[in-house]
């Protein structure tokens, strides 16, 4: 199954490093505008972004589209 980290717009370093770029500069707008609710959970955002995209993640696994998957692939005969 793949997840939506996986997919091959991500597969670039600095997209990866752009969206979590963001989510920080957001959070601290977020912080410097007074509210501390949201900064809080673009934070969160942050986190998960780095966990999905630095941690997790796995640049040697390219990501293979649906449409490429061919029936001798599944192991089924289509014919």
Known sequence: MNKDSN???FRPLWRRVAVVA???AWAIFEFATGTPFW???VLAFAGYG???FFIIF???D???PADA???EDLG???E
């Open 7 to 9: 997919h091959p717009f």
């Open 22 to 24: 963001f989510c920080i």
């Open 39 to 41: 900064g809080i959970i």
């Open 50 to 52: 780095i966990w999905q």
């Open 58 to 60: 796995d640049a040697s």
């Open 62 to 64: 390219p990501v293979k």
């Open 69 to 71: 998957v061919k029936p």
């Open 76 to 78: 089924t005969d289509k």
